[in-house]
T-cell receptor, first 111, second 114 residues
Framework: QKEVEQDPGPLSVPEGAIVSLNCTYS??????FMWYRQYSRKGPELLMY????GNKEDGRFTAQVDKSSKYISLFIRDSQPSDSATYLC???????????FGTGTSLTVIP | EAGVTQFPSHSVIEKGQTVTLRCDPI?????LYWYRRVMGKEIKFLLH????????ESGMPNNRFLAERTGGTYSTLKVQPAELEDSGVYFC????????????FGPGTRLTVT
């Protein structure tokens, strides 16, 4: 069983839609949860990180962590064509050193 | 502030040859990581340096892979001899102390072994 599961998509939405991206995980010891955005042929770009459970908001992006369900989400409001990319979730133990990644979800926002 | 840089961006070598990948972390970042993504799979951890010391090399696949970090600055990852299954994208990341969860990635080196 993989440590982190992520639906690869692809996901296609119209501009302005709310996008929901999700990951599930198996290791209850994960404490840090990260979301990265990766454009084609580029490196992953850190969007947000959260510690333990709860919500965190940054502009149009909201990250949610539900440790009881081992489920994390990233919401994108008012999606833009520039949001078209692959979104990767990652998580780590309390030391935070080794990241465990999902395979990524490909998102296309159609103008 | 300059980001993490990696060189080369792409390398094509034959099976049995040697390749050395280089990573320059963000200035002042003590933590440096190597990850690899094989086609169709998730990004996987290889190893972690704190300054010039290897903190965790549990993800290194075998002894054909050798990583060094000179003087706690740039790092190199050597593959010798390369095998077909070593093909993939090698990412380097760095993070400041004491925020290991805030890892910033480079653009990656795409390695193709033929």
């Amino acid at each position: 069983q993989k440590e982190v599961e992520q639906d690869p998509g692809p996901l296609s939405v119209p501009e302005g839609a709310i996008v929901s991206l999700n990951c599930t995980y198996s290791n209850s010891a994960f404490q840090y949860f990260m979301w990265y955005r990766q454009y084609s042929r580029k490196g992953p770009e850190l969007l947000m990180y959260t510690y333990s459970s709860g919500n965190k908001e940054d502009g149009r992006f909201t990250a949610q962590v539900d440790k009881s369900s081992k489920y994390i989400s990233l919401f994108i409001r008012d999606s833009q064509p520039s949001d078209s990319a692959t979104y990767l979730c990652a998580m780590s133990l309390n030391t935070g050193n080794q990241f465990y990644f999902g395979t990524g979800t490909s998102l296309t926002v159609i103008p | 502030e300059a980001g993490v840089t990696q060189f080369p961006s792409h390398s094509v070598i034959e099976k049995g040859q040697t390749v050395t990948l280089r990573c320059d972390p963000i200035s002042g970042h003590d933590n440096l990581y190597w990850y690899r993504r094989v086609m169709g799979k998730e990004i996987k951890f290889l190893l972690h340096f704190v300054k010039e010391s290897k903190q965790d090399e549990s993800g290194m696949p075998n002894n054909r892979f050798l990583a060094e970090r000179t003087g706690g600055t740039y790092s190199t990852l050597k593959v010798q001899p390369a095998e077909l299954e070593d093909s993939g994208v090698y990412f380097c990341a760095s993070s400041p102390y004491p925020s290991p969860y805030e890892q910033y990635f480079g653009p990656g080196t795409r390695l193709t072994v033929t």
